[in-house]
Every structure is written in C-alpha cells, then in structure tokens.
C-alpha cells in the first residue's frame, strides 16, 4: 500500500494580482519587524520581467541553488555536500551579499520636524538601519517594481536568455504594459533543498501539514541554507545569529484562519488547501526528465475521493476530516483536475507545494496601428505563438522550458473568458464560445465551475484549511519504520540528504 502524506498547499492566480504589495506589507508587520530582520520581505511581489529580490536570484550559476541531476542519475545539493560542506563551512561563496538584497534604511525624521524655520526645505537624511550611518540608497525591496520607470532591471532578468531578439523587442515595444506581477513566498516543498543542505538538522518538514520551519534551539547559524533554497526564501538575522523563513503562518492555520498574507490579499489572487500526495514517489519524480517534471509532479498528488486512496491514507494516520478537506481543496482543482496551475522552476527539483495559474492579460495584448489592445477573440485563441508575453518566456518560470503545460492553461483560461463573454457581452455566438471550450477540452460545468472558483468564491471556498492534528502527528513521527533521517523531517527526508 502506498504511503500516502497530506500537504498544505497554495495556488496564486497571477491573472488577479494588481501589484498592490498589500500580502507584503502585512507579513513585515506580523513577522519581519525586528532586529537583524529589517531586510527580510518572506514575502515579496516582483515585476516581471524583472530580477527580483534578491537581485537575479534564479541565477542558480552565481547562487548554486536547488538540486542537480548527475551524470550517474543521482541527485545532488548545487551548493553543498559531505566534502564541499565540510571546506565551505566557514565560507560560502554562493551566499547572497547584502548588496543582493538591500541595506536596510531609515530616515532621520528629527531633521524634518524639528528643523528651525528657515529659507530652504529641511529634509529627512535616509540613515543605515544596520550602522545607523548615512547612507546613499542605491537599492530597496520591490526596486524594480513597475519597471521602475525603466526597463533596464527588466533586460537583466535571467529568464529572458531563452528568447530571440525579435521576442526580446516585441515585449518592451510599450513600456508599463508588458509585465505583470508574481507574488513570492517560501513554497513549502515537498523536497526541500534548505532542509537537506542544514548541518545541524534545525530545518524540517512537519509531519502532519508539510509546513517547512527552522527550530530555533538547533540553528547554529552555519547558513548553509540560505544558497541552498534556489528561490532566497531563508534569511538570516544578523541580529540573534539564526536562519528565519515563512512559517505559513501555521499559528493562525492550525486555529483554522487563513496566512496573514492570504486573508489580506486585495485582488483574491490566494487559495489555500490540502492535497494528498504519494511519498514514495518523490525520489523517481524529482530525477525525471525536465520536460516531465510538471507532469510527475501532478502524478504524486492522488485523487482524494479515489476509495483506495482514502483506505490508504486512514493507513498512513490521516485523520478522516483531513481527508474531507482534501476533497473540498481549491488547490486540488487549479493543479490536477483543470491543470492550470503550474510549480514556479520546477528545474530546481525541490517540488513546490506553491502554484501559479499563468497571467492572460498581458498575453493577449497586441499593438493594432500604434494602439495598445486586449485582443480576446476566438482568432487569436488559435494562435499562442504570437502572445505578447513569449510563452517560451512563461515555460522558463513555470514548466522548466516545456510549452505544452503553459499552452494548456492559457488556452483554457482564454476559453473560460469566451465562454463568459458571449454570455455577458454578446458580442460572441454561442457556437464559438462552445468551439473554444472543445479546443481547450473543456466542458461547460467546468468552465463554469473555473469560473466561479476565480471570481465569485467565498472565503471559505478560497482556504479550505485541516483541522490540526498535533497530536496524531507526534504519534505518527515515533513509529519506528517512519522515524527514519533528521530528527523532525522523518518519514519525509528528502532524497539525497544521507543518515
């Protein structure tokens, strides 16, 4: 029988996201708002085309981040392992610089307000949050947001080097119209790269939700998982010599309330809910091919209303209301029941549990006689390869450079909008409203169903969130056939991380 283990997982809907930094705002004000912690953004909203926060973080050259596949088929840390830990274990050359992110700063506002009365404006002098010395900003969190009014950070984005020139011009042809916006968090993978690459064993998965957390008693500030996690998703606080990441806000979750960033969310973008998911076949999923690593990701997530799989999963100690939420899980129905939503570089092999549904809107955008138009017509459904936004570009972030998957969702995201226009506008027939739905193998109830899970869904629909199970979960940890590996990642030690 399989060994069948529960995920809390997320999709985000980048086609909703409006770039607000509301998600951002209200996560700094919970978690990132103390010392040594002024320059961690857990979570972040980057412009893209753009080089995100860190600087060119998927630059997995400089950064060395995720896992590698070896010419022997076995896995591997790019950053660290047994011998190259041991030598780098006081230096490590992949780590992010302060100057990758950002120093902190703050401004003098007594110069401003108590300045005497004078001719000549007083103004308030930005000041180092780290020295507390003068300083000259030349970066800050979200820098290149909206292209800053320049598309020189856009041009650096490293994901652009799959394009031709040609593709290259067509997406900066109309400034501040081409990019659209990716919210960032840690993904809550399945087989974490920070908690394989930690010395002391302090990173771990939970047993019960598979929320990734650093124990703070055990952290030892090697930081080894900082270059190690290929998305700049673990910090490290200057000010207590500890590494720090999200922690999906598991103390709302688990009293059944949504993540800080989630509940806050202006554009409804999030959705939060629980998959099922087969354990034993991490490994062979993780060592595919890149062009089939989006298609075995979704082949580890199991039909929760499958009866084998709920008898093997009340096997695995999955508490049946668990199981209930599975079957009601949002994220199950974007990822593998409509297949829309897709894992962010899935190439890095760490099996994010956080999917994005790809943007339309900036797709379907065209220049029509020096005009900027939205195009949404059953002629250009039939032709993707024109997109406004390269798809070969979304492919880089989303499917490791297969088209196929980006093709699928788009193409059943525009026959969903067809659908609705010809019932809302009328400026469509019905037939090729029906036409667009075949193409996209879609049916009505689904359409429908996609729908009203993206516009009119309630709170409750969005975050279907588990009960919590602490308790079954310590159980669950001390049989002694799972207890196998770090201690607190047990039955789900992430391949490669050695005894």
Not at 19 to 29: E, L, P, R
Not at 182 to 207: D, F, Q
Not at 213 to 240: F, I, M, S
């Amino acid at each position: 029988m399989i060994k069948v283990r529960s995920q809390i997982s997320m999709v985000f809907h980048l086609d909703k996201c409006i770039g607000c930094h509301t998600c951002s705002v209200a996560c700094k004000n919970i978690w990132t708002d103390r010392k040594g912690a002024e320059y961690m953004w857990w979570n972040n909203v980057e412009t893209k085309p753009g080089t995100g926060f860190p600087t060119q973080w998927e630059n997995q050259e400089k950064y060395k981040g995720g896992w590698q596949l070896g010419e022997d088929g076995k896995l591997s840390l790019r950053s660290t392992g047994k011998g190259q830990g041991l030598a780098n274990i006081f230096h490590a050359p992949a780590m992010p610089t302060m100057d990758d992110y950002y120093e902190p700063f703050t401004y003098r506002y007594g110069d401003l307000f108590n300045a005497p009365a004078g001719k000549d404006q007083p103004t308030a002098r930005p000041v180092s949050m780290v020295t507390g010395e003068t300083i000259d900003i030349q970066s800050g969190p979200n820098w290149d947001d909206d292209l800053s009014g320049s598309p020189i950070y856009a041009a650096n984005d490293p994901n652009l080097s799959s394009l031709t020139d040609g593709e290259r011009k067509a997406l900066f042809e109309i400034e501040r119209m081409v990019f659209f916006y990716i919210p960032r968090m840690c993904n809550h993978c399945v087989n974490p790269a920070c908690v394989a690459a930690c010395p002391s064993g302090a990173l771990y998965k939970r047993g019960e939700d598979g929320i990734v957390l650093v124990n703070q008693e055990k952290c030892r500030g090697w930081r080894h998982c900082v270059p190690a996690c290929p998305y700049k998703k673990v910090y490290y606080n200057w000010g207590n010599g500890k590494s720090e990441k999200c922690l999906l806000c598991f103390p709302r979750v688990e009293t059944g309330q949504a993540p800080a960033c989630f509940h806050s969310c202006v554009g409804r973008i999030r959705y939060l809910g629980v998959l099922l998911y087969n354990a034993e076949g991490i490994e062979n999923a993780a060592k595919c091919s890149e062009q089939d690593l989006v298609e075995k990701q979704r082949e580890l997530i199991l039909d929760p209303n499958d009866p084998e799989v709920i008898e093997a999963a009340r096997a695995s100690g999955i508490p049946d209301d668990v199981i209930t939420a599975a079957k009601r899980s949002p994220v199950y129905r974007f990822v593998k029941e409509w297949r829309m939503a897709l894992p962010l570089h899935p190439e890095y092999r760490t099996m994010p549990m956080l999917f994005y549904v790809p943007p339309l809107l900036p797709v379907v955008g065209r220049i029509e006689n020096g005009n900027y138009e939205s195009t949404i017509t059953e002629e250009f459904f039939g032709s993707l390869k024109e997109a406004r936004v390269p798809i070969k570009y979304l492919a880089k972030l989303f499917s490791a450079g297969n088209i196929t998957p980006i093709e699928e969702s788009l193409r059943r995201l525009m026959a969903v909008r067809l659908m609705r226009r010809s019932l809302g506008v009328g400026d469509l027939s019905p037939d090729k409203a029906d036409k667009a739905l075949h193409e996209a193998n879609l049916s009505r109830e689904q359409a429908e169903a996609m729908y009203k899970l993206t516009t009119l869904a309630t709170f409750d629909e969005r975050f279907v969130i588990p009960p919590s199970h602490r308790e079954q979960a310590i159980e669950m940890m001390r049989e002694p056939e799972l207890h196998k590996g770090e201690s607190g990642f047990g039955p789900r030690q992430a391949p490669g991380r050695g005894p």
